[in-house]
């Protein structure tokens, strides 16, 4: 029974309690409480990230319009842990005039068809997101100054096919070595070659391939990935650099990823230009789709045993005996290494963490 239960009231003390009388604690700021419940945003616009710098996102909206503009906006609150890449089609909302001085606003990310990431290394579980909503990768290599590195292809093949992407190759400098025998070590494999020099820059036929897809270019630095930019988007002004006559590398010119449009009398495209990196982690790769980038590899594979690992210690491993009969080239024969290679690392990372996915 309550201490204010009507049947104590003998004396009809209670009467002047009631719930105004109940003391609110005062809202010094006078906004209304938070709830979990978000806007629809039914009005937002849908636009293509162009580029990200200090927190700040470059939006295409109303894309191939008379209205088509490049907006600035910024992310709302709810999507502070969510990443917004280069590629990424936004729902953008407030002021997206585009006027000088204006902010829009990111409120969501429409689903993607694609996701190109990469690792520190083969053993890092943290990835990094390089674009969104690409359908091409362009591997730019260098013929000589830097040495061109095969198995650094492997790995952009093997990200690339991940993530569901076709790659293409350009291999520049030519002028300065023969890429012949670099490129026999790619024979078999179901990939696209340009080969550029320094006055012989097949713009056209790239350019080409570029119509109708998003591309993303990746490659090492120094390699003339910016020169071969700037020559498809003349108003790029994508910084170039050289290569250190010491050390062998490249210096990281390009800081950030943008988006470029290319235009030519056949169409548009769009070229997506990324930092140079010297390596390129597979980490967030599921091991089941490594073999798979090896296509002429993979052929063979089909008649191994179930549950085959192919590495060197693999019992019945088809590719081990085919190559143990010499039926393998001196180029698939380096390819097999450096796909055992890629397998024994994921091997190795399984072993010590029971959980991975390649366990």
């Not at 909302?93 to 006027?99: F, L, N, P, Q, Y």
């Not at 009398?265 to 597979?282: E, H, K, M, N, Y």
């Not at 091991?287 to 993979?298: D, Y």
Request: aromatic share 4%; proline share 5%.
């Amino acid at each position: 029974m309550s201490w204010l239960d009507p049947e104590d009231d003998l004396d009809g003390d209670f009467e002047d309690f009631d719930e105004s009388s109940i003391r609110v604690r005062p809202n010094p700021k006078a906004n209304r409480p938070r709830t979990k419940r978000r806007p629809a945003h039914d009005d937002a616009q849908i636009g293509r990230v162009l580029g990200v710098d200090r927190g700040r996102y470059n939006v295409m909206i109303d894309e191939g319009t008379d209205d088509e503009r490049t907006i600035t906006t910024t992310r709302a609150r709810e999507l502070r842990r969510a990443p917004i890449v280069t590629g990424d089609q936004a729902r953008v909302v407030g002021d997206t005039s585009g006027d000088e001085g204006t902010l829009a606003r990111i409120v969501g990310i429409v689903e993607r068809s694609s996701l190109l990431r990469r690792s520190a290394d083969d053993t890092d579980q943290v990835e990094r997101v390089i674009v969104a909503n690409a359908d091409q990768m362009l591997i730019v290599v260098a013929a000589a100054d830097p040495e061109p590195r095969a198995r650094l292809v492997d790995r952009y093949l093997v990200a690339a096919l991940d993530a569901g992407v076709r790659p293409l190759l350009v291999v520049t400098k030519t002028d300065l070595a023969d890429p012949t025998q670099f490129l026999s070590y790619f024979d078999g494999l179901d990939l696209r070659v340009f080969t550029s020099a320094q006055e012989e820059m097949p713009i056209d036929e790239i350019g080409a391939a570029l119509l109708g897809h998003s591309t993303v270019f990746v490659g090492h630095s120094g390699v003339g990935k910016s020169t071969l930019v700037n020559a498809l988007v003349p108003s790029a002004e994508r910084a170039t650099g050289h290569v250190n006559q010491v050390t062998g590398r490249g210096r990281h010119t390009s800081s950030s990823t943008v988006s470029l449009r290319y235009v030519s009398p056949a169409g548009t495209g769009w070229v997506i230009d990324t930092p140079g990196v010297r390596s390129f982690g597979l980490g967030h790769v599921n091991p089941a789709n490594i073999l798979a980038s090896f296509t002429e590899l993979a052929e063979i594979a089909e008649n191994c045993p179930r549950g085959c690992t192919h590495l060197t210690d693999a019992p019945d491993c088809a590719l081990i005996e085919a190559a143990e009969r010499g039926e393998l080239s001196a180029a698939g024969l380096s390819r097999l290494d450096s796909l055992q290679r890629l397998l024994q690392t994921f091997a190795d990372k399984a072993d010590a963490n029971p959980g991975s996915p390649g366990r």
